[in-house]
């Protein structure tokens, strides 16, 4: 005779000691499988990784999360850091770039405004600039509402832990529309002066806006240069100028120059 009982729901630290414990074996772990296991909803889940995210335990990533790699010492990354560890990390130099960058918005700009931490500052220099402002990161639309700007966010899929929103419905509105100037975001940059950040979907809206743009600035600290990371956005030549903290090294300031490409120290 067959059991049709359900699961009894589990508790939230037996959930994230479950998070933990598979993770160590396997590496991996994603949002439907832990839902089905633990028998609570895929919202729920989330949360529970958020947590061990923020704690430190976990890395998360869209879908699900991994083990912390312990050698990320090296040139190559491949997994986000969370956001709100993100958020906490080069703050001076983040709203330094912002200033620089805010510097060259002008009263009814049409404005491309990628995702991250560093654009969120600089939205919030321009809160109380009458200009448009067309961005896929859904923090940057809700600290903007009720302020200045007119702020339009496109339709798609709602992803990431920031979060944003990515695919061919979001691609085909923030494609149809022409930026006066477009600030990208990334994760890192290499020593030849290539961007990379982390999500492919992200990464085709960091595109389409540079394309789209009269003016292309890329926003990036310090702490992020001579490194790459999963997928490429743009290369020197693409974007006006890189906004920055500090200068950076040798290798890249040649890099940019020899593209023509300009360089902002804020």
Do not use: W
Not at 67 to 88: F, K, L, M, Q
Not at 156 to 169: D, R
């Amino acid at each position: 005779m067959s059991d049709d009982r359900e699961k009894p729901r589990m508790l939230a630290i037996q959930r994230q000691n479950l998070i933990l414990q598979t993770i160590a074996k396997t590496g991996f772990v994603s949002v439907p499988a832990l839902a089905v296991e633990c028998a609570v909803t895929e919202m729920t889940m989330r949360r529970d990784l958020d947590r061990l995210a923020e704690a430190g335990k976990i890395e998360r990533t869209h879908g699900g999360a991994v083990a912390i790699d312990t050698n990320s010492a090296g040139t190559g990354h491949r997994v986000e850091p969370h956001y709100h560890r993100r958020a906490g990390q080069m703050v001076r130099a983040k709203r330094a770039i912002a200033t620089a960058a805010a510097k060259l918005v002008r009263p009814g700009m049409t404005i491309g405004l990628d995702i991250g931490t560093t654009a969120l500052e600089l939205a919030l220099e321009l809160a109380d600039q009458d200009v448009a402002i067309y961005t896929s990161s859904l923090r940057i639309a809700s600290a903007l509402a009720d302020l200045a700007p007119h702020v339009y966010v496109p339709t798609g899929l709602v992803t990431g832990t920031e979060p944003s929103v990515v695919g061919q419905q979001a691609e085909a509105v923030l494609g149809s529309i022409y930026y006066d100037i477009a600030f990208i975001g990334a994760a890192a940059m290499s020593d030849k002066g290539i961007a990379y950040d982390y999500s492919p979907e992200d990464a085709c809206i960091k595109r389409i806006l540079i394309k789209q743009s009269r003016r292309a600035f890329l926003l990036l600290d310090s702490s992020k240069t001579g490194r790459s990371a999963l997928v490429e956005v743009c290369r020197p030549g693409e974007i006006r100028a890189l906004i920055t903290d500090r200068a950076p090294d040798k290798a890249i300031k040649d890099a940019l120059a020899a593209s023509g490409t300009g360089i902002v120290v804020g």
